[in-house]
């Protein structure tokens, strides 16, 4: 089985800090993803990358930068945290070969800026 | 404007009942539609995809449908299990690998 991994499910962190999140996927899949979920809002892509120290903008970057310099780890960084960045962080994968586009998505990790 | 809408926004019913979700979309041109299945502090998993040839799928109690005229899917299920409890969203994906994701049904199934 595919395994996304987010190792922190919760974070508190306080306006100005910097925060990184880490996600980890074991099937050797090029693609990750990083999501942003809101209530009412669904899912909103903020950065893709399909290969190592490759990245692509989503609908909502600002605010967030990503690394891939390994291709099982895709990180997200919020260089200085703002409030209006509170949520729900998910990650996930897709490899090329994917039956019609399935993503696998790790459990989320919730932000809370203070 | 590509767009993905589902309905209703959240939906309560009684264990044993059935119930239908239903998703809107605008996005062109369609490849194909997955519904997920999200529980409580977990990420969407799949249950099943749609592509632009078919009209219903199953798995399990759960019935996919797929009207490419009228640009609608609904995602029926059977004999409803307090397992069912969760949000169901609606992923669209066109121009090959773009996608978008309706805002999700957030079920609640009551003993």
């Known amino acids: 089985d595919v395994k996304v991994t987010q190792s922190l499910r919760y974070l508190v962190k306080r306006t100005g800090e910097k925060v990184f999140l880490e996600c980890v996927q074991d099937m050797d899949h090029e693609n990750m993803f990083w999501y942003r979920q809101d209530p009412g809002l669904g899912l909103r892509l903020i950065y893709f990358?399909?290969?190592?120290?490759?990245?692509e903008k989503g609908d909502i970057p600002e605010g967030y930068s990503v690394s891939r310099e390994k291709k099982e780890r895709f990180s997200l960084i919020l260089e200085s945290a703002s409030t209006n960045q509170t949520s729900m962080y998910l990650c996930?994968?897709?490899?090329?070969?994917?039956?019609?586009?399935?993503?696998?998505f790790g459990p989320g990790t919730r932000l809370t800026v203070l | 404007k590509n767009q993905v809408e589902q309905s209703p926004q959240s939906l309560i019913i009684l264990e044993g009942k059935n119930c239908t979700l239903q998703?809107?979309?605008?996005?062109?041109?369609?490849?194909?539609l997955r519904w997920y299945k999200q529980d409580t502090g977990r990420g969407p998993v799949s249950l099943t995809i749609?592509?632009?040839?078919?009209n219903t799928k199953s798995n399990g109690r759960y019935t996919a449908t797929l009207d490419a005229d009228t640009k609608q899917s609904s995602l029926h299920i059977t004999a409803s299990q307090l397992s069912d409890s969760a949000s169901y969203i609606c992923v669209c994906y066109y121009n090959n690998n773009d996608m978008r994701f309706g805002a999700g049904t957030r079920l609640t199934v009551k003993p």
């Open positions: 990358s399909y290969d190592v120290k490759m990245k």
């Open positions: 996930a994968s897709r490899g090329w070969g994917e039956y019609y586009n399935e993503q696998f």
């Open positions: 998703c809107n979309y605008t996005v062109s041109p369609f490849s194909n």
């Open positions: 749609m592509t632009f040839s078919e």
